[in-house]
Structures are given as C-alpha cells and as structure tokens.
Nanobody, 125 residues
Framework: VQLQASGGGLVQPGGSLKLSCAASGFTLDDYAIGWFRQAPGKEREGISC????????YYADSVKGRFTISRDNAKNTVYLQMNNMKPEDTAVYYC???????????????????WGQGTQVTVSS
C-alpha cells in the first residue's frame, strides 16, 4: 500500500505545475485525498482535499482560485493543478489518504490515515 506524489520542480512566479498522487496496492476511490505542504521552519499546511467520489472539494484560502484538485479513479490518481504560482508556494508537497473523512477537519494532518513521500516545489525567478 503506497502513495506517491510526483510532478514537483522549479517554476517561475506566475507559472504552473501539475502534481500527481498515484496509489499502488489499493483502490484510491475508497479514500478521500488531501494535499498538504510544508515549507522550511513552518508547520504542515492542508491546502486541498477531494472526497472519494470527487464531488466535494476543499481549499485553503491561500490557494483558492489558483489551485484545482481533481481525481481520475480509473487511473488511481489524484491531481493538483497549480496556476499563478507565487514564491510563498515553495514547499515540499505531500498527499495523504483518509478512509472516513470528516469534512470539518479536511485540513488537519491527523485526520489522514497514511501519507506518501513528498515532492519539492520551488517557485523562484
């Protein structure tokens, strides 16, 4: 059972990246998936979440209107499209899975059952 985040890299301010969270060893459509990020010296921040069927999405104010979460259960993958990126988006990005999401706590790291390894995103000119 494994989650793997990928797609990070270096992007200029105003640019875009698309992260992927791929599952192996289990069926992703049984889980809500959250995206988190952690910058050096800062706490892990919940930035987005999608429920297991994809009908409900949640965003932190810091990314609302710029980031879009989606899922393709046929491909066992969840995506995070990041547009109009800013230097403050620089962080390690993680995805996490939750079998029984409590919507009011979608942003809370302890809500999630297991995590993938992170992918580094750097926004710099």
């Amino acid at each position: 059972v494994q989650l793997q985040a990928s797609g990070g890299g270096l992007v200029q301010p105003g640019g875009s990246l698309k992260l992927s969270c791929a599952a192996s060893g289990f069926t992703l459509d049984d889980y809500a998936i959250g995206w988190f990020r952690q910058a050096p010296g800062k706490e892990r921040e919940g930035i987005s979440c999608i429920n297991n069927r994809g009908g409900l999405t949640y965003y932190a104010d810091s990314v609302k209107g710029r980031f879009t979460i989606s899922r393709d259960n046929a491909k066992n993958t969840v995506y995070l499209q990041m547009n109009n990126m800013k230097p403050e988006d620089t962080a390690v990005y993680y995805c996490a899975a939750d079998t029984n999401l409590q919507p009011v706590r979608w942003w809370w790291a302890f809500e999630y059952d297991f995590w993938g390894q992170g992918t580094q995103v750097t926004v710099s000119s």
